[in-house]
């Protein structure tokens, strides 16, 4: 599906309706469950790493505090160094968090080839890093990078901003897991345009979907969240198909095969 033919389905489609997709989540949640499990367990897996990585430049300025202290100053060669870490720190978390959300972003993207597969039934995809290979490891840092710099600038303007961009950014996982051969400026583009048109229903959905899997996640010892964390991306998935919907109903089967 090309751009246009995207923004006209988007301008075409009707109204969601917030009980029947709410529903459906429900039904779906209890085929996908194990995989959002496992989505949510690769995503650890990869990001902890990360962040321990990211924190060895702490343990670096820590080191040399104690030091400086027990020989009762500081040096000016030691404070040098202490500034180099405290600006390697920054470059770190900054390059870290990047990698880090573009990763969750992929697995996420993936998370919705399963709910189609299961929906329709369709043969299944282990192919969970199925988006993190050519053009497509670049394209989901650069939407990573747009999500991170529009949400800032959105909570810097204001909370309201904020709340706004919150449902055209979570559709935007949706919208390049179906369209990956968009660019990433039209993918942008067609998430806020799905997002401007449903946008009550879908924050409706968003909050409910939240708080349902918060609730029944505690209920269940607490782990149970690790369970249920996903039941949110699921509403996501039907507000696609009910607005702009699939060309081919065996489309992500030959998506699948060609990025086996």
Known sequence: MNANHLFEKIENSSPIDFGDIFNKSIELFKKVWLQGFIHLLISVVVVI????VMYIPIIALASIAGIEESYGGYSGQMEGVSIGLAILFVILVVIISMIASAFQFGIIAHFYQVCKQEDLEQQQNSNYFMFF????LGKILVLAIAISVISIVAMLLCFFPFLYVLVPLQLLGVIFSFNPDLSPSDLIKASFKLGNKIWLMAFLLFF???ILAELVGLMACGVGIFFTVFFVRIPV???YKDTISFENESESEDWNALVE
Do not use: E, N
Request: charged share 15%; aromatic share 22%.
């Open 133 to 136: 290979r050519g053009k497509y």
């Open 237 to 239: 998935y039907y507000m």
């Open 49 to 52: 790493p990360l962040i321990i």
């Open 208 to 210: 409910i979907s939240a």
